[in-house]
């Protein structure tokens, strides 16, 4: 039987439910898949508009929310960057979708490989146990292994919009509006909940006929990207601008997407493409680098704890940026409470998208969308209301385990009741405080998330049980 | 991540609501059905069944080679034991973190007879792990636990020669089948719910003890057989207090160090208990634990290592009160060529999540020194400020 057309529709919709697909299928899929995947080149070039996300687990509520969030396959361009199975407990149904996706809308979505994408991490941390588990033999995860093996290594984002198109979403409860710049500045960053509403936006300050300090006097939201906690700005206008460098609104270099990092043994984006990809992770070596490697702050390479891959610092970052023409470099891999960090004076930023990580860590998710160039089209509100009103939000009972997670208000640290909320990060901490790189980074906008309730839309959902010591 | 937590896709589809599920893998609740049905009654189950859980972790850190210990596989009852390496981790530096505090214990002034009870010990290895460490030393052991758990732990030791011959069996044979305590001069398993040391009153009548008068005891004390009321004492609770609300915790520990222990004896307690219940993976975990009936009451009373201290000053332990997170201990406390061991044992790719839940674990420790008046040797006085002089607590 051949999965194609109506067959693959049907897949998807099951798929989209929560249940597997017959073994039969999956060789199937499988097979499509891996013929679409190996024409791709290591590194697959996208154009914007698309919309990034990290880490996925297995999480498979959490994937539904993201398209909820996010806007679902074909009408937003995603790119995923792995870490699909393991630890979650619906890996199987999580990859199986986004590989159907990938197959019916090929050229709407991309997936490249993270570290979890092996033989050898899956057979740890669960993937092939539930393959086991839900089909009775390891088949399946054979099947999937194999298409492990030709997921691209990196993604290269090119036609980015230096700014954001402001969303006329309103702007969340918590969060006081004088705050939020106008809509008519250049927006470098906007952060918005489940719900699209605006919980932060910061602008860029372009305007080189202005020194950077009668900007900062002349321009109120160029002193907003902390929020109306003036104590927690250093001078203002210090914010993640690269105004000093006194370029003129410039086109924004490209985006490289990939899952953990750099390589000490890769200066170039070619040399990625130069690569043998299609093999298991090996345990040491650019391919193995490129998905287990951290940024870190220090100063060139370091040993990395994991045992794989390595650190590197932002002399790292920025000297590879530059030398590849490139303004952010976008990954995964480390979990971050607040769903995104950026580092290195944004020049690398952390993708996080499995919310209430194993169901235990209660972080937030985040996926990072980049407008179009030009015509500035990119951004359509998704945000359709299936929900109702309070998930999500700084309200919210929290979806799942996950308690009333409110630590990821952005742009403030004052609670609704005035006081102070000593576990809201400073946003200093999530995007990075420095100025001054050489290409405008692109505008970026957060779409900040938790974890779907329990029991949604009637699909299975299991209450999981995370493990402590007792 | 265990098979053993991995849906059955079939269970799944039969009960989409799957509340079947919950809880599984727990249980021992047959234990409870002689008492009334309530939440109280699923609550303790809840708790008892704790232990089978870090037995189970214990087994599958030996079997990686995170731990050495001959015993825990004897008392563990799960059948799929291995844990994810960052839990592995978590059990090793919990483990090696007492095993440190209790060695030190035990080699200052290694001719001195000690005394250790352990609260809520359920299956722990430490009596068998110590007798073969020290066979020399003269160490009186208790442990406390409730009446089922006890019991478990007796029929396992009747099972298996390697455990009964720690024992003195030639004076102190077992007791029969069903019983649940057991008492010698080494080793005493006493069955014992803790929080029927709470409940008795303060009324005047007192004769024996030598207490002040303010905590004289009641007649109700139950009777802890063979404690010495005099030899230098640790107390040990591992996630055994923690169960258990500040108010009973506190009456409970003035129980052992002024009624079962004469007030001039040297003590000390271990605390290992979860912190930071207010930050998201706090919240999580209260809530998480709170579908398995499992509650915490003194995490939220203590939720930081400066309570730790606090509540340890509190109880008495005036001449020492300290505490690290357990990620301080893995960084401080564990050697450049263990931690580098330990790394090798297995691919931990979960770092982040690592951090996360050893900053959310603790062990505090906090000692009072002897009476050294007139006594006949004031060295053993400060028998706890000596062993623990050089461990290094979180600042």
Same mark, same amino acid.
């Given at each position: 039987m051949s999965i194609g057309g109506s067959d693959l529709d049907r897949a998807i919709a099951q798929l989209r439910a929560c249940r597997p697909i017959p073994e039969n299928q999956v060789r199937e899929l499988c097979y499509k898949a891996r013929e679409l995947l190996i024409e791709e080149g290591n590194v697959v070039g996208v154009d914007a508009p698309v919309t990034i996300c990290g880490d996925i687990h297995g999480q498979f509520h959490d994937l539904m929310e993201l398209f909820r969030v996010g806007g679902d396959v074909p009408d937003t361009n995603y790119l995923f960057m792995g870490d699909f199975v393991d630890r979650g407990f619906y890996s199987l149904e999580s990859f199986l979708l986004l590989l159907c996706l990938k197959?019916?809308?090929?050229?709407?979505?991309?997936?490249?490989?993270?570290?979890?994408?092996?033989?050898?991490?899956?057979?740890?941390?669960?993937?092939?146990?539930?393959?086991?588990?839900?089909?009775?033999?390891?088949?399946?995860?054979?099947?999937?292994?194999?298409?492990?093996?030709?997921?691209?290594?990196?993604?290269?984002?090119?036609?980015?919009?230096?700014?954001?198109?402001?969303?006329?979403?309103?702007?969340?409860?918590?969060?006081?509006?004088?705050?939020?710049?106008?809509?008519?500045?250049?927006i470098e960053i906007e952060t918005l909940n489940a719900n699209g509403e605006i919980m932060y936006r910061y602008a860029r300050n372009s305007d080189s006929h202005s020194t950077a300090a009668s900007q900062t006097n002349s321009n109120p939201a160029s002193s907003s990207p902390?929020?109306?906690?003036?104590?927690?700005?250093?001078?203002?206008?210090?914010?993640?601008?690269?105004?000093?460098?006194?370029?003129?609104?410039?086109?924004?270099?490209?985006?490289?997407?990939?899952?953990?990092?750099?390589?000490?043994?890769?200066?170039?984006?070619?040399k990625i493409r130069l690569l043998d990809r299609k093999q298991e992770v090996p345990h040491e070596g650019a391919m193995c680098d490129l998905l287990w490697s951290d940024p870190d702050e220090i100063d060139g390479w370091g040993l990395s704890p994991r045992g794989a891959g390595f650190l590197f610092g932002a002399d790292i970052v920025k000297h590879f940026n530059h030398r590849n023409d490139l303004s952010l470099i976008a990954r995964a891999h480390q979990l971050v409470m607040e769903g995104f960090k950026e580092?290195?004076?944004?020049?690398?930023?952390?993708?996080?998208?499995?919310?209430?990580?194993?169901?235990?860590?209660?972080?937030?998710?985040?996926?990072?969308?980049?407008?179009?160039?030009?015509?500035?089209?990119?951004?359509?509100?998704?945000?359709?209301?299936?929900?109702?009103?309070?998930?999500?939000?700084?309200?919210?009972?929290?979806?799942?385990?996950?308690?009333?997670?409110?630590?990821?208000?952005?742009?403030?640290?004052?609670?609704?009741?005035?006081?102070?909320?000593?576990?809201?990060?400073?946003?200093?901490?999530?995007?990075?405080d420095g100025m001054g790189r050489p290409r405008d980074g692109p505008g970026r906008r957060y779409r900040v998330f938790e974890a779907a309730p329990q029991d949604s839309r009637g699909m299975p959902a299991k209450k999981p049980v995370a493990e402590y010591f007792l | 991540m265990a098979a053993r937590e991995i849906p059955d896709l079939k269970t799944l589809l039969a009960s989409r609501r799957g509340g079947g599920l919950r809880g599984r893998g727990r249980g021992r609740g047959g234990l409870t059905a002689s008492s009334p049905g309530g939440s109280e009654t699923i609550k303790d189950s809840a708790v008892r069944g704790t232990d089978q859980d870090a037995a189970g972790s214990r087994v599958s850190c030996v079997e990686l080679g995170y731990l050495n210990d001959a015993y825990a596989s004897l008392f563990a009852?799960?059948?799929?034991?291995?844990?994810?390496?960052?839990?592995?981790?978590?059990?090793?530096?919990?483990?090696?973190?007492?095993?440190?505090?209790?060695?030190?214990?035990?080699?200052?002034?290694?001719?001195?007879?000690?005394?250790?009870?352990?609260?809520?010990?359920?299956?722990?290895?430490?009596?068998?792990?110590?007798?073969?460490?020290?066979?020399?030393?003269?160490?009186?052991?208790?442990?406390?636990?409730?009446?089922?758990?006890?019991?478990?732990?007796?029929?396992?030791?009747?099972?298996?020669?390697?455990?009964y011959e720690k024992l003195l069996l030639s004076t102190h044979p077992l007791p029969p089948p069903q019983s649940s305590s057991y008492h010698s001069p080494t080793y005493n398993l006493h069955a014992?719910?803790?929080?029927?040391?709470?409940?008795?009153?303060?009324?005047?009548?007192?004769? %024996?003890?030598?207490?002040?008068?303010?905590?004289?005891?009641?007649?109700? @004390?139950?009777? $802890?057989?063979? #404690? !010495?009321?005099? /030899?230098?004492?640790?107390?040990?609770?591992?996630?055994?207090?923690?169960?258990?609300?500040?108010?009973?915790?506190?009456?409970?520990?003035?129980?052992?160090?002024?009624?079962?222990?004469?007030?001039?004896?040297?003590?000390?307690?271990?605390?290992?208990?979860?912190?930071?219940?207010?930050?998201?993976?706090?919240?999580?975990?209260?809530?998480?634990?709170?579908?398995?009936?499992?509650?915490?009451?003194?995490?939220?009373?203590?939720?930081?290592?400066?309570?730790?201290?606090?509540?340890?000053?509190?109880?008495?332990?005036?001449?020492?009160?300290?505490?690290?997170?357990?990620?301080?201990?893995?960084?401080?406390?564990? %050697?450049?060529?263990?931690?580098?061991?330990?790394?090798?044992?297995?691919? @931990?790719?979960? $770092?982040?999540? #690592? !951090?996360?839940? /050893?900053?959310?674990?603790?062990?505090?420790?906090?000692?009072?020194?002897?009476?050294?008046?007139?006594?006949?040797?004031?060295?053993?006085?400060?028998?706890?400020?000596?062993?623990?002089?050089?461990?290094?607590?979180?600042?």
């Open positions: 197959v019916r809308y090929p050229d709407r979505i991309t997936l490249i490989r993270g570290n979890h994408e092996s033989r050898q991490i899956t057979t740890v941390y669960g993937f092939y146990d539930e393959c086991l588990r839900k089909y009775g033999s390891a088949n399946v995860w054979r099947y999937c292994c194999e298409v492990f093996d030709y997921l691209a290594l990196g993604a290269l984002v090119t036609g980015a919009a230096t700014s954001l198109t402001p969303t006329d979403g309103p702007i969340a409860e918590s969060i006081q509006s004088m705050d939020i710049p106008d809509a008519d500045c250049d902390l929020g109306p906690t003036p104590s927690n700005t250093g001078p203002a206008g210090t914010g993640a601008t690269s105004s000093s460098n006194g370029s003129s609104k410039n086109e924004t270099g490209a985006v490289l997407c990939v899952h953990g990092g750099l390589s000490p043994l890769i200066d170039s984006i070619d580092m290195f004076e944004s020049t690398i930023v952390t993708v996080w998208s499995a919310p209430n990580y194993c169901y235990r860590c209660g972080n937030v998710a985040a996926i990072l969308e980049l407008g179009e160039d030009g015509s500035n089209a990119g951004f359509v509100p998704r945000s359709n209301g299936e929900r109702g009103g309070g998930g999500g939000g700084t309200t919210a009972s929290g979806g799942g385990a996950g308690g009333n997670g409110r630590g990821w208000v952005l742009g403030s640290n004052v609670g609704p009741n005035g006081a102070a909320i000593g576990e809201n990060r400073r946003l200093s901490s999530v995007l990075g | 009852t799960q059948s799929s034991t291995r844990r994810l390496p960052l839990l592995n981790r978590g059990t090793y530096v919990r483990t090696s973190a007492i095993d440190q505090l209790v060695n030190s214990f035990l080699k200052v002034q290694p001719n001195a007879p000690k005394q250790i009870i352990s609260l809520g010990a359920g299956t722990d290895t430490r009596y068998f792990r110590l007798r073969d460490a020290y066979p020399s030393t003269t160490i009186l052991y208790h442990e406390i636990d409730f009446p089922t758990n006890t019991a478990a732990k007796l029929n396992s030791i009747r099972r298996h020669a390697q455990l014992l719910d803790l929080r029927s040391l709470t409940t008795t009153t303060t009324s005047s009548s007192s004769s %024996s003890s030598s207490s002040p008068p303010e905590t004289t005891p009641s007649p109700q @004390l139950p009777q $802890l057989p063979n #404690l !010495d009321p005099n /030899l230098p004492t640790l107390i040990l609770s591992e996630m055994c207090l923690i169960y258990l609300q500040p108010s009973a915790v506190s009456t409970i520990i003035q129980k052992f160090t002024t009624h079962y222990l004469s007030p001039s004896t040297p003590a000390s307690l271990i605390l290992y208990e979860p912190i930071l219940p207010n930050d998201a993976f706090g919240r999580t975990m209260i809530s998480n634990l709170a579908t398995r009936n499992i509650h915490l009451p003194t995490l939220t009373a203590y939720p930081e290592l400066g309570d730790q201290r606090a509540r340890l000053k509190q109880y008495g332990f005036v001449a020492g009160a300290k505490a690290a997170d357990t990620e301080f201990i893995w960084r401080e406390w564990v %050697s450049a060529e263990e931690k580098e061991r330990v790394a090798g044992l297995e691919m @931990l790719d979960e $770092l982040e999540e #690592l !951090d996360l839940l /050893l900053r959310h674990y603790c062990v505090a420790w906090g000692y009072r020194d002897g009476a050294t008046g007139g006594d006949d040797d004031d060295a053993h006085g400060n028998i706890f400020s000596q062993a623990w002089a050089h461990v290094k607590e979180q600042g």
